[in-house]
């Protein structure tokens, strides 16, 4: 075979596909042109019908379902709802004014000094006067509350363990009160 000769690859499958789609589409305008040129406007008139809801079909079919979702859905009874009050009193609540005098709880857990506490779930403790973590203690370990809890919840409190004093989260301690 001579070097002089070159060689066509042939077309792979997604050039092909392409090529067929635009025969296709050639064909179709050319069938709306021939129709425009025999003056044959109810005939145009479907082709290009035919045209527009071929490009745009699957479009409006998603629209006409998702405006009827809408509708059926805004008719259709609501099940399990909440229903709220609607009356000055519940306003009042939802808005935040708490009714009758009573005030929201803002003293946190309620922890006592020399009280004696559970821990909710497993908590880093950290070692009294240091921030590195001596270990983790599993949930409903108990100990002796030793210093009053700070304004800020999140904030650290001593608490013995054992023999151990340790350092650890308000929100992770319980008071034990009698009934437990």
């Given at each position: ?14 050039e092909k596909?392409?090529?067929?789609r ?7 305008q050319?069938?709306?042109d021939?129709?425009l040129a025999r003056?044959?406007?109810?005939e145009?008139e ?8 071929r490009?745009?079909?699957r ?7 998702k405006e ?5 859905k805004a ?6 709802t909440?229903?709220?009050a609607?009356?000055d009193?519940?306003r009042d ?5 708490r009714?009758g ?8 857990w ?5 009280s004696m506490?559970r821990?909710?779930?497993?908590a880093?403790?950290?070692?009294d006067?240091s921030w590195?973590m ?7 370990s108990?100990g002796?509350?030793i ?10 409190v001593a608490?013995m363990?054992?023999?151990d004093i ?9 008071m ?5």
């Amino acid at each position: 075979m001579s070097d002089t000769t070159e060689r066509k690859p042939s077309k792979t499958w997604s050039e092909k596909i392409k090529d067929a789609r635009d025969q296709i589409r050639a064909h179709r305008q050319q069938e709306i042109d021939d129709a425009l040129a025999r003056d044959d406007v109810e005939e145009h008139e479907r082709l290009i019908a035919a045209e527009e809801e071929r490009k745009n079909g699957r479009k409006l079919a998603k629209k006409k379902a998702k405006e009827e979702k809408l509708q059926a859905k805004a008719r259709a009874p609501r099940v399990g709802t909440k229903q709220w009050a609607d009356n000055d009193t519940a306003r009042d609540w939802r808005a935040g004014k708490r009714s009758g005098g009573t005030r929201k709880n803002s003293a946190g857990w309620n922890l006592q000094p020399g009280s004696m506490v559970r821990l909710v779930n497993k908590a880093r403790v950290y070692t009294d006067g240091s921030w590195v973590m001596a270990k983790t203690l599993p949930k409903g370990s108990l100990g002796i509350l030793i210093d009053a809890p700070p304004a800020d919840l999140h904030g650290h409190v001593a608490v013995m363990f054992g023999a151990d004093i340790f350092r650890i989260e308000c929100k992770k301690l319980r008071m034990i009160h009698d009934e437990d």
